[in-house]
């Protein structure tokens, strides 16, 4: 089976996005129909501890205003990688609040006396929507702790440390900017380096529940893609290239070249060319897992 085949069978394989709505209001059921036009799924719950039995859901939706809320964080401490899961907790005042603790890592607060039903729905579909993780909302920098914040427009927040990032150097940075598509962001140092940062970039350094996240053992670690990828990181990096560097000189977007040599993206032999004619190899030291001595070692 080609990689192509089995990178197409794990997208077939994926589960629709869901989401668990914890609430006594029945107003809220008009959300289901709200989101007719998705193809999300929504499961309704009465108390909070039926969540145990909804352990493969994406987004949990918490009305504080259930009986059972004195139960938490039983859900938290139970649900594997619940840390890591999306919350949205609906309250409207401060004790609210105060019983939520410890809150998970992507947990969010919403005032329910400031939002309608549509509102809450129109959440739910920014959460699990998969194409709102791959743009940008807003960004910062923190220039004391040399951090990027970074909203993206599913609601997570993210904090990228400029010595994950390759391309940067160790002067400041003067400018950054979201691109037209708010996919990547272009950044400008005092030495004059500029580079860009892709959205899966931010996701490979700081979302754990990102299929390619960097502390991650993939299911197809090994295959083709990946195998590529890093032989062209390798070389690049023998050549003392930055991505940017190698990009430009392949005639390649710099956001699509990290995604190749993170293993995201099954190039084409045109690409392979272009990659191999900058780099000064032959194709085959691209795709030789061991290089090319095992390359001709057939």
């Known amino acids: 089976m080609t990689v192509t085949n089995v990178l197409e069978q794990k997208r077939k394989g994926k589960a629709q996005p869901k989401a668990c709505l914890v609430t006594e209001q029945k107003t809220l059921d008009n959300i289901q129909g709200m989101l007719a036009d998705t193809n999300f799924v929504i499961l309704f719950k009465e108390r909070l501890l039926d969540l145990l039995k909804e352990r493969d859901c994406n987004l949990f939706i918490i009305d504080t205003e259930v009986k059972d809320m ?39 607060l919403v005032d329910r006396r400031r939002l309608s039903v549509e509102d809450i729905a129109s959440l739910i579909k920014k959460r699990l929507d998969p194409e709102s993780r791959k743009r940008f909302d807003r960004v910062n920098f923190l220039e004391d702790a040399r951090t990027f914040l970074i909203w993206m427009e599913n609601g997570k927040t993210y904090a990228l440390h400029m010595s994950n990032l390759q391309e940067a150097d160790s002067t400041g940075v003067v400018k950054w900017s979201l691109s037209r598509n708010r996919d990547y962001i272009k950044v400008i140092q005092e030495s004059g380096n500029q580079f860009e940062i892709p959205w899966d970039d931010v996701l490979y350094h700081c979302e754990p529940q990102y299929e390619f996240y960097k502390e991650k053992q993939f299911e197809d670690h090994g295959t083709a893609v990946s195998q590529i990828g890093e032989r062209v990181r390798q070389l690049r990096r023998e050549k003392g290239y930055s991505i940017q560097t190698l990009a430009a000189k392949s005639g390649m977007k710099r956001p699509n070249l990290s995604r190749l040599e993170h293993g995201h993206h099954q190039p084409s032999l045109e690409t392979l060319e272009r990659i191999a004619k900058a780099l000064e190899v032959p194709v085959v030291n691209l795709v030789a897992k061991g290089g090319e001595s095992d390359a001709f070692q057939q």
């Open 70 to 108: 004195d139960t938490w964080p039983a859900p938290l401490l139970t649900i594997p990688n619940a840390q890591y899961k999306d919350w949205l907790f609906l309250v409207s005042r401060l004790s609210d609040v105060s019983r939520l603790q410890p809150l998970p890592q992507n947990a969010r």
